[in-house]
């Protein structure tokens, strides 16, 4: 059983919790933006199995998972991470864009470096 165990595509990433409703699952296969081994899916009702690895947009991340064990049921998150391993890549910490406001301790350090501090 555990070598023949397939699913929906819809249905796995529902229970896995990757997306909030299984119509919105289904949307994203149909709309093509989910890879199952590297191949293009665009069929919800595709079966996927245990060593299946998954390609697809979460937000403004690439997430790539490969599945583990088929679920049963949209359970908590600790049963659902069980379902996957996190195979995505970790993004790199962004250097500050230098468009922040500079905070009040900061205003008071240029303030002292002009000259104009309070008199």
């Given at each position: 059983?555990?070598?023949?165990?397939?699913?929906?595509?819809?249905?796995?990433?529902?229970?896995?919790?990757?997306?909030?409703?299984?119509?919105?699952?289904?949307?994203?296969?149909?709309?093509?933006?989910?890879?199952?081994?590297?191949?293009?899916?665009?069929?919800?009702?595709?079966?996927v199995?245990?060593?299946?690895?998954?390609?697809?947009?979460?937000?403004?991340?690439?997430?790539?998972?490969?599945?583990?064990?088929?679920?049963?049921?949209r359970?908590?998150?600790?049963?659902?991470?069980?379902?996957?391993?996190?195979?995505?890549?970790?993004?790199?910490?962004?250097?500050?864009?230098?468009?922040?406001?500079?905070?009040?301790r900061?205003?008071?350090?240029?303030?002292?470096?002009?000259?104009?501090?309070?008199?």
């Amino acid at each position: 059983m555990a070598g023949d165990a397939r699913i929906r595509l819809d249905k796995w990433l529902f229970f896995a919790r990757f997306f909030k409703t299984r119509s919105r699952a289904a949307r994203q296969v149909g709309a093509g933006h989910v890879r199952v081994n590297s191949d293009k899916v665009l069929k919800p009702a595709h079966a996927v199995g245990p060593g299946d690895v998954l390609t697809f947009a979460q937000g403004r991340v690439i997430r790539v998972v490969r599945i583990v064990a088929m679920g049963e049921r949209r359970g908590p998150a600790t049963e659902a991470q069980a379902l996957y391993e996190d195979l995505t890549p970790k993004a790199e910490p962004r250097a500050p864009s230098g468009g922040e406001r500079p905070t009040k301790r900061d205003r008071r350090a240029i303030d002292a470096l002009r000259g104009s501090g309070d008199m």
